[in-house]
């Protein structure tokens, strides 16, 4: 990558995990990266174009800092709990991340950027992992297919982004308690 890019990129990462997509302009990132707005152009067409490589670095980066702190041989329940909890510390401040489920628009270009976004996913790849072991173990209940877990798994993403909705003071042994039932369906 040429200084001048890479410069960019840093100063990419930097705003948007400080500001978040939306309040980081092009004339910022070129500020911040010590050159001139044109020569942003000289490597990204947009600001959604430097935010695509910004987000697979991230995504890639919070993907392997989850993997290697997480023992994928251990009890299923303790993995998931640990795994879960990863991804959402890891995604709870990060602004890069949190795009893919609170930006649409940014979303779908993410989508259309990369045909295995939501495969490549920090969420579904590690979980992917997981599930993929536990076949391989012959761990999964005899009716449970792969894209079902998944979907199992991801609605513990979506209550997540609710959790204010949740009335509750001990959010997060209601989560254990989520986890606790989809593994009694997903597990033999």
């Known amino acids: 990558m040429d200084d001048k890019q890479q410069r ?9 995990l400080a500001n978040g997509f939306k309040a980081t302009s092009i004339a910022d990132i070129a500020a911040r990266a010590n050159v001139a707005v044109g020569t942003f152009y000289n490597f990204y067409d947009a600001k ?5 490589a910004v987000y697979n670095a991230e995504n890639e980066r919070v993907k392997r800092a989850i993997l290697a702190n997480v023992d ?13 909890r990863q991804i959402f510390t890891q995604s709870a401040d ?3 991340l949190q795009e893919w489920f609170q930006n649409p628009k940014l979303n779908r270009q993410i989508a259309q950027a990369n045909q295995n976004a939501v495969a490549d996913s ?11 072991r536990w076949q391989v173990q012959g761990l ?5 297919t792969k894209a079902r877990a998944v979907s199992l798994f991801n609605a513990l993403t979506v209550v997540d982004f609710h959790q204010s909705e949740i009335q509750t003071d001990d959010y997060f ?9 989809i593994l009694k369906v997903v597990l033999k």
């Not at 960019?8 to 948007?16: I, K, N, P, Q, V």
């Not at 959604?48 to 695509?52: A, E, G, M, Q, R």
């Not at 042994?173 to 039932?181: E, K």
Request: a negative charge; charged letters at 10%.
């Open 72 to 84: 994928l041989t251990a009890d299923p329940a303790t993995v998931l709990r640990t795994v879960i």
């Open 48 to 52: 959604s174009s430097i935010f695509l």
């Open 94 to 96: 990060n602004l890069i």
């Open 8 to 16: 960019l990129f840093t100063a990419a990462r930097d705003l948007f």
């Open 122 to 132: 920090v969420v579904y790849a590690t979980l992917l992992t997981l599930i993929d």
């Open 173 to 181: 042994q209601v989560l254990n308690d989520l986890i606790t039932g």
């Open 140 to 144: 999964l209940a005899p009716t449970m």
